[in-house]
C-alpha cells in the first residue's frame, strides 16, 4: 500500500492549520501612518487631517464649534449654498427618491441624467458627455477601457493619482515627462510612439496642487503631429477657467473637440458630486457600454444630478461669478507677493499655494493659521515632492478682498515665526 498520498494529506492539513492571516497592522500603508502620527506627537503637530465640518456659515465653515474662514473647499463659484441648486436638489429627491438604485445601464437611467450630460457637451463644444458617479471613476474607467498593454500613455508627472491608477489597470506601457516640460514630452513622442498601437497624452487644466496651466495649443500639435489622442483632466478647470469658466479650451482660444478627450468633476465649480467624460459621440457611446465605473456602478443620485444641472445653467447665465474669481486670484496672487509669501508657479487663478518646503514645518503652519481662523489645506509628499510642502488656499468667487488680506498676514506673521 502506497502511503504517500496519506502523509502528504496529513502535511497539507496540518500546514492549512497551521497558516493564520497577517493582521492589517502589518501592511505598510498602516505602519507609514503610525510613524507619521508618531512624529508629530513628538513634534507636537496636531493632525491636520480629517478635520470635522460641523456647518456652514456664509464662507465660513464651523470646526470645533468655532467658525473660520473657509479656504479648504472647492467652492470656486460660491454655488454650494445657492439657493437654485438647494431648489433643484430638493425637487428631484421629491420626484426620484434619494437614489436610482441601479446601474443606469439596466434601470437607473432618468431624464435628468440625459440633460446635464447634454449641457456638459455644450459648454465645452463636444458631440457628447457621460457621467460617472465619481470623478475618481471616470479618469480609471475611461484610461482602463480604451488603452491596451499594446499602447503608450504618455503623461505630466503631476497629473492626478485617478489617471495614475487607470494607467496601472489598462497595462498600457507608461511613460511621464516633467511638469509642462512639452520638449520632453516632443522627444518621448518621436522616439517611442511608432512602437505602439495607439498613444494617449494626458494632462490636466489647472494643475491642483501648482496652480498653473499647460501650454494647450503646443500640445494640440504634437498630438496632432505624432497621432496621438489627447486626454485633459480639466477637473479644476471646468467652472474656472475661461471668460465664462467653460474651461481650458475656452482660456486657450480653442475649440473644445480639438481635445479627444475632456474630464471634469462636478463636485468643484458645480458644488455637486461625480465626474464627467465628453468627446467625441464614439467615444462616448463605447464608454457607455464598456467602462467598468459607469457600466457597473450605480447612476448619480437625482438629487446631485439635478445641482450639477442647475449649477452649469447659473454659470451660464452669471459670468460675472468667473470674472470674480478671477480677480479674487489676482488680488491674493499680487498681495502674497507683497508680503514675500512663495506662490510658486501659480497662476493666480482658483487655487493658490503658499510654498514651505519641510512637511514638519507646513504642517505646523497649518495648525497654526487654523487657530488664527483661517481654514486651508496641507499639501504634502506624495502629493508633491519631498521638502516641497505647502498651503494650498481655494479661492471662491465670494470671498472680499478684505477675507483674503487677513488669510494673507496671518500666513505670512505664522511663517515669520
Known amino acids: 500500500m502506497n502511503i504517500m498520498p496519506q502523509a502528504l494529506n496529513k502535511l497539507r492539513a496540518k500546514l492549512d492549520y497551521d497558516l493564520v492571516a497577517s493582521p492589517f497592522s502589518a501592511l505598510p500603508e498602516y505602519k507609514a501612518i503610525r510613524q507619521h502620527e508618531n ?4 513634534l507636537g503637530i496636531k493632525n491636520p487631517f480629517f478635520r470635522s465640518t460641523e456647518g456652514l456659515q456664509g464662507r465660513h465653515t464651523l470646526i470645533d464649534g468655532k467658525p473660520v474662514l473657509n479656504f479648504a473647499w472647492c467652492d470656486y463659484l460660491g454655488l454650494s449654498q445657492h439657493p437654485e ?21 439596466v434601470s ?18 463636444v458631440d457628447a458627455a457621460l457621467v460617472f458617479v ?6 480609471v474607467s475611461t484610461i ?40 520632453q514630452l516632443e522627444r518621448i513622442l518621436r522616439e517611442e510612439r511608432t512602437k505602439y498601437k495607439n498613444a494617449l497624452v494626458v494632462i490636466e487644466g489647472l494643475y491642483s496642487t501648482e496652480g498653473d496651466i499647460p501650454d494647450l495649443l503646443r500640445v494640440i500639435e504634437l498630438k ?27 482660456h486657450c482660444g480653442v475649440a473644445g473637440d480639438k481635445v479627444d478627450i475632456w474630464m471634469g468633476t462636478l463636485s468643484k465649480a458645480y458644488a455637486s458630486c ?14 457607455r457600454y464598456s467602462a467598468p465605473g459607469f457600466v457597473f456602478s450605480v447612476g448619480l443620485p437625482p438629487s446631485m444630478t439635478a445641482a450639477a444641472l442647475a449649477a452649469l445653467r447659473v454659470v451660464k447665465r452669471e459670468p460675472h461669478r468667473v470674472a470674480r474669481l478671477h480677480a479674487n486670484g489676482a488680488y491674493f496672487l499680487r498681495e502674497a507677493k507683497l508680503r514675500g509669501l512663495d506662490t510658486g508657479r501659480a497662476v493666480g487663478i ?46 471662491t468667487a465670494d470671498f472680499t478682498p478684505d477675507e483674503i488680506t487677513r488669510a494673507l498676514d496671518v500666513t505670512a506673521e505664522v511663517l515669520r515665526r
Open 350 to 395: 482658483g487655487m493658490l499655494p503658499v510654498m514651505v518646503g519641510a512637511t514638519t514645518r507646513a504642517a505646523k503652519a497649518v495648525t497654526s493659521v487654523l487657530e488664527r481662523g483661517i481654514n486651508a489645506s496641507l499639501i504634502m509628499a506624495p502629493g508633491v515632492p519631498v521638502n516641497a510642502a505647502r498651503l494650498r488656499f481655494f479661492l
Open 134 to 139: 465619481s470623478g475618481h471613476a471616470a479618469n
Open 274 to 287: 461625480g465626474g464627467y467624460i465628453a468627446g467625441s459621440a464614439d467615444l462616448i457611446q463605447a464608454l
Open 39 to 42: 512624529l508629530g506627537a513628538l
Open 224 to 250: 496632432e503631429r505624432y497621432g496621438a489622442w489627447l486626454m485633459v483632466d480639466d477637473a479644476h478647470g471646468c467652472g474656472v477657467l475661461g471668460g465664462t469658466g467653460a474651461g481650458l479650451a475656452e
Open 144 to 183: 482602463g477601457t480604451i488603452m491596451t498593454a499594446d499602447d503608450l500613455i504618455v503623461h505630466d508627472e503631476f497629473v492626478h493619482n485617478s489617471a495614475v491608477v487607470g494607467m496601472r489597470l489598462s497595462s498600457a506601457t507608461t511613460m511621464s515627462f516633467k511638469h509642462n516640460r512639452l520638449d
Open 108 to 125: 437607473g437611467d432618468t431624464p435628468l441624467h440625459r440633460e446635464l450630460e447634454n449641457e456638459i457637451a455644450a459648454t465645452i463644444g
Open 85 to 105: 441648486l438647494v431648489a433643484a436638489s430638493k425637487d428631484a429627491i421629491d420626484t426620484y427618491g434619494t437614489s436610482v438604485s441601479a446601474s443606469r445601464m
